[in-house]
């Protein structure tokens, strides 16, 4: 089935259009939703989400456009990711910074520019050195607070809050060196 039937009969809400979208993206979303969440959910919340992408994106069959379906999906399934992240660290204290590999969500486009901004992005937080390194990472990959933060890093709050302000000013510099304007 091509695209633009899938969204005709999506919109119609023939689930034999939901079954080829289900055969045909599963293992993207499941890979999206393994790289976001590293090691911090189970294979149960992986598959629960994975189900929850597409009856999203069953339930918004008018959103899709031809051409666009696969980063629709894949979108649907990060923000379904986040959202349950967040929703697990408000309960949970401690992520280990040493499971973190955000390149591997970095490089998840098949833009050929996008994931060379990636990368170039990855290597200048990777360069800043810690604890800057970590404090973006936490905040901006794992979605923690500066509650949270604070708690693994044994900081207060508000000194991560400050770190983090002045670790992406830093971070903008050494992006722009390099040509990337944030």
């Not at 055969?23 to 294979?43: E, F, H």
């Not at 666009?68 to 894949?74: E, F, L, P, S």
């Amino acid at each position: 089935m091509n695209e633009e039937t899938m969204i005709k009969k999506l919109r119609q809400q023939d689930s034999e259009a939901l079954d080829e979208a289900i055969r045909k993206y599963t293992r993207l979303v499941s890979a999206i939703i393994c790289n976001i969440a590293g090691d911090q959910l189970t294979a149960e919340d992986v598959e629960e989400l994975t189900e929850d992408t597409f009856i999203a994106m069953w339930y918004n069959a008018d959103k899709l456009e031809e051409g666009k379906v696969k980063a629709y999906i894949c979108q649907i399934a990060k923000n379904k990711t986040k959202n349950r992240l967040r929703d697990n660290n408000k309960h949970s204290k401690v992520v280990s910074i040493e499971n973190m590999s955000p390149e591997d969500d970095f490089l998840l486009t098949d833009d050929i520019e996008e994931k060379q901004i990636s990368m170039t992005l990855f290597e200048a937080i990777d360069e800043m050195g810690e604890p800057d390194r970590e404090i973006i990472l936490r905040k901006y990959y794992y979605y923690q607070n500066s509650k949270q933060i604070g708690e693994v890093m044994k900081m207060n709050a508000q000194t991560v809050r400050t770190k983090l302000y002045r670790a992406k000013d830093k971070l903008k510099k050494i992006l722009s060196e390099r040509g990337i304007i944030i």
